[in-house]
C-alpha cells in the first residue's frame, strides 16, 4: 500500500499534486513519500515483534542520506557493500553497531574504515578475506566481528542477475564448505565469530526458498554447536519482493510468520536486510514527454520522454516491468507504444510494446515503484547530469539532492599539461 493517489485526475504523492513538484525541480526527477517508506519499514520490521532482531536497511536499494537518516529515526540499521555506503550510513546517522558489512570484494581501505568505525559484523565471504580481516584488525589493535556468508544452493526463483543463492552464483561459501571454514576462523587474533549470515537472492514472490534456505541454516547451527561453535546473529538477508505488474509477493507480515515458524526458537538475535520491500513502491520517476513519433511504415509507436537508462535503468538491464501512467489523467484512449529515453541506444528504454494511455508533448508520466534500485543505478551516461530526488512529508515537499549541474560533470576530470 501507498501513498500515490489521484486526486480529481490528478496524482498526488500524499497530499501534494505531483505537478506542483514538477514545475518546481524541473523533470525528470525520483519522488518519494515519507508516509509510505515508514509504513513499508515497520511492516516489515513489526512483523518480528517480540523477537530479538535488527532491520538493516539495504543501502544500495535507496541511498540518499535524507531516506537513511528517515530510518535510523525508526531504527533501522544498515546493510552496506562499500565504504562509500558507509560513508553514507555514517553521515545519515545510523548507528555503527547497527551496520553489516555484506559483499564478496572488500578492500583493505574500506575493511579498516569499517574496523575504526566499529560495525557490528563483516560478512565474510572467502578464507583469503578471513585472513585480510585478520590482518587489518591486529594491525589495529581491534577485533572484527565476523560471520560467513553461507551459500545454501536454493533456486530463489527470481531473475537470473539478481539470483545470489545458488551454488553456481559468486556469492557466499558453499554450505558443506562452510564448517571448515568456521573452525579456521576460531584461531586468529582480530577476529571473532559472531554470526552466520546469508543472501539468496532479489525480488522473491514465494517464501517457499527462505523456508528452505532457513532448514539449511539450522542443520548448519547444529552441526556449528557439535564443534563447540555458537553465534549471537543470524543474518537471512533481503530479498522479498513487491508488485510490479500482476506478481503477487506475500506481504511482509506472511514473510516474517513463514521465517519465524521456520526458525522455530532461534536463540539468537535475527538480522534482516530488506531494500526493495521497503523502499520499491515508496518511489516513483516522473518524466516529460518531449515527442511522439512512428515508426515501421505507422505500425510502431515511440513515445519519446526526457528520461532515460541512465536515470532508471532496470528495464533495459532486466526487461524489467514499471507501470507508466499519466499524471493528469485525461479521457485519452490508450495505445501500444514504446516508451523511450533521448539516449543514443537501442536499449534506451523505458517500456517496449506496452498499453499505455496515449500521451502527447509536455505531459507528465509516473514511472512508478523505481524507488529501489532507482536512483542509485543511475549514471551520468550521455552526459547527463543526475536528476533530483524529492521527499513528500506531511503536505510539504523538500529536495533531498538537488539536479546535477554541468559543473557535476566535470568535476574531479583535468587536462594534462602536455594538453594545453
Ligand atoms: N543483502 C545483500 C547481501 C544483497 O546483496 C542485497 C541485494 C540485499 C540485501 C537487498 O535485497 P532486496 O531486499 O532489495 O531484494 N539491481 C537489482 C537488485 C540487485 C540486488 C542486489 N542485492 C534490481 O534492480 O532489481
Same mark, same amino acid.
Given at each position: 500500500?501507498?501513498?500515490?493517489?489521484?486526486l480529481?485526475?490528478?496524482?498526488?504523492a500524499e497530499?501534494v499534486?505531483?505537478?506542483? *513538484?514538477?514545475?518546481a525541480?524541473?523533470t525528470?526527477?525520483?519522488?518519494y513519500s515519507?508516509?509510505t517508506?515508514?509504513?513499508?519499514?515497520?511492516?516489515?520490521?513489526?512483523?518480528?515483534?517480540g %523477537?530479538d532482531?535488527l532491520?538493516?536497511?539495504?543501502v544500495k536499494?535507496?541511498?540518499n542520506?535524507?531516506?537513511?537518516?528517515?530510518?535510523?529515526?525508526?531504527?533501522?540499521g544498515?546493510?552496506?557493500v562499500?565504504g562509500?555506503?558507509?560513508?553514507r550510513?555514517? @553521515?545519515?546517522?545510523?548507528? !555503527?553497531?547497527?551496520?553489516?558489512?555484506?559483499?564478496?570484494?572488500?578492500t583493505r581501505?574500506? *575493511?579498516?574504515?569499517?574496523?575504526? @568505525?566499529?560495525?557490528?559484523m563483516?560478512?565474510?565471504?572467502?578464507?583469503?578475506e578471513?585472513?585480510?580481516?585478520?590482518?587489518?584488525?591486529t594491525?589495529l589493535?581491534?577485533?572484527a566481528r565476523?560471520s560467513?556468508?553461507v551459500?545454501?544452493?536454493?533456486d530463489?526463483q527470481?531473475?537470473?542477475?539478481?539470483s545470489?543463492g545458488?551454488?553456481?552464483?559468486?556469492?557466499?561459501?558453499p554450505?558443506?564448505?562452510?564448517l571448515?571454514?568456521?573452525r579456521q @576462523?576460531r584461531? !586468529?587474533?582480530?577476529v571473532?565469530?559472531?554470526?552466520?549470515?546469508?543472501?539468496?537472492?532479489s525480488?522473491?514472490t514465494?517464501?517457499?526458498p527462505f523456508?528452505d534456505?532457513?532448514?539449511k541454516l539450522k542443520?548448519?547451527?547444529?552441526?556449528l554447536?557439535t564443534h563447540g561453535i555458537t553465534?549471537?546473529?543470524?543474518d537471512l538477508?533481503?530479498?522479498?519482493?513487491?508488485?510490479?505488474d500482476q506478481?503477487?509477493? !506475500?506481504e511482509?507480515?506472511?514473510?516474517?510468520? @513463514?521465517?519465524?515458524?521456520?526458525?522455530n526458537?532461534?536463540?539468537?538475535?535475527?538480522?534482516?536486510?530488506?531494500?526493495?520491500v521497503?523502499?520499491?513502491?515508496a518511489?516513483? %520517476?516522473?518524466?516529460?514527454v518531449?515527442?511522439?513519433k512512428?515508426g515501421?511504415?505507422?505500425?510502431?509507436?515511440?513515445i519519446?520522454?526526457?528520461?532515460? %537508462?541512465?536515470?532508471?535503468?532496470r528495464?533495459?538491464l532486466?526487461?524489467?516491468?514499471?507501470?507508466i501512467?499519466?499524471?493528469?489523467q485525461?479521457r485519452?484512449?490508450?495505445?501500444v507504444a514504446d516508451?523511450?529515453?533521448p539516449?543514443?541506444e537501442?536499449g534506451d528504454?523505458l517500456?517496449r510494446?506496452?498499453?499505455?494511455?496515449?500521451?502527447?508533448?509536455?505531459?507528465?508520466?509516473?514511472v512508478k515503484?523505481?524507488?529501489?534500485y532507482?536512483?542509485?543505478m543511475a549514471s551520468n551516461?550521455n552526459?547527463?547530469?543526475?536528476?533530483?530526488?524529492?521527499?513528500?512529508?506531511?503536505?510539504e515537499?523538500?529536495?533531498i539532492?538537488?539536479?546535477e549541474?554541468y559543473?557535476?560533470?566535470?568535476?574531479?576530470? %583535468?587536462?594534462p599539461?602536455f594538453l594545453?
Amino acid at each position: 500500500m501507498d501513498y500515490f493517489h489521484y486526486l480529481d485526475g490528478v496524482l498526488h504523492a500524499e497530499d501534494v499534486p505531483v505537478p506542483d *513538484i514538477a514545475a518546481a525541480v524541473g523533470t525528470p526527477f525520483y519522488l518519494y513519500s515519507t508516509a509510505t517508506l515508514k509504513r513499508h519499514f515497520q511492516a516489515l520490521d513489526q512483523s518480528f515483534a517480540g %523477537m530479538d532482531h535488527l532491520t538493516c536497511f539495504a543501502v544500495k536499494a535507496c541511498s540518499n542520506i535524507a531516506i537513511l537518516r528517515l530510518f535510523a529515526g525508526l531504527g533501522g540499521g544498515a546493510d552496506i557493500v562499500s565504504g562509500g555506503e558507509l560513508y553514507r550510513a555514517l @553521515a545519515a546517522g545510523i548507528e !555503527p553497531g547497527k551496520i553489516v558489512f555484506s559483499g564478496v570484494g572488500k578492500t583493505r581501505a574500506e *575493511i579498516r574504515q569499517a574496523l575504526e @568505525a566499529g560495525i557490528l559484523m563483516f560478512n565474510l565471504e572467502s578464507a583469503q578475506e578471513l585472513r585480510v580481516v585478520a590482518e587489518c584488525a591486529t594491525e589495529l589493535g581491534l577485533v572484527a566481528r565476523i560471520s560467513f556468508r553461507v551459500n545454501p544452493d536454493v533456486d530463489p526463483q527470481t531473475h537470473a542477475y539478481i539470483s545470489t543463492g545458488l551454488a553456481k552464483n559468486k556469492f557466499g561459501i558453499p554450505i558443506a564448505e562452510a564448517l571448515d571454514l568456521y573452525r579456521q @576462523a576460531r584461531d !586468529p587474533a582480530g577476529v571473532e565469530i559472531v554470526g552466520v549470515s546469508c543472501h539468496i537472492g532479489s525480488q522473491l514472490t514465494k517464501v517457499s526458498p527462505f523456508v528452505d534456505t532457513i532448514g539449511k541454516l539450522k542443520d548448519f547451527l547444529g552441526r556449528l554447536a557439535t564443534h563447540g561453535i555458537t553465534i549471537r546473529y543470524l543474518d537471512l538477508g533481503g530479498g522479498l519482493g513487491i508488485q510490479y505488474d500482476q506478481e503477487q509477493p !506475500p506481504e511482509p507480515a506472511d514473510y516474517g510468520a @513463514a521465517v519465524r515458524e521456520a526458525l522455530n526458537d532461534l536463540d539468537c538475535t535475527l538480522i534482516l536486510e530488506p531494500g526493495r520491500v521497503i523502499v520499491g513502491n515508496a518511489g516513483i %520517476m516522473v518524466t516529460r514527454v518531449l515527442y511522439t513519433k512512428t515508426g515501421e511504415g505507422g505500425r510502431k509507436k515511440f513515445i519519446v520522454v526526457d528520461a532515460g %537508462m541512465n536515470d532508471l535503468f532496470r528495464p533495459s538491464l532486466y526487461d524489467a516491468y514499471h507501470a507508466i501512467v499519466p499524471v493528469v489523467q485525461g479521457r485519452r484512449e490508450t495505445t501500444v507504444a514504446d516508451v523511450v529515453g533521448p539516449i543514443c541506444e537501442t536499449g534506451d528504454f523505458l517500456a517496449r510494446d506496452r498499453e499505455v494511455t496515449a500521451a502527447e508533448p509536455g505531459e507528465l508520466l509516473a514511472v512508478k515503484s523505481a524507488g529501489a534500485y532507482g536512483f542509485t543505478m543511475a549514471s551520468n551516461y550521455n552526459s547527463r547530469p543526475r536528476v533530483p530526488e524529492v521527499l513528500v512529508n506531511d503536505g510539504e515537499f523538500h529536495l533531498i539532492r538537488r539536479r546535477e549541474t554541468y559543473e557535476d560533470l566535470l568535476r574531479g576530470e %583535468m587536462i594534462p599539461d602536455f594538453l594545453k
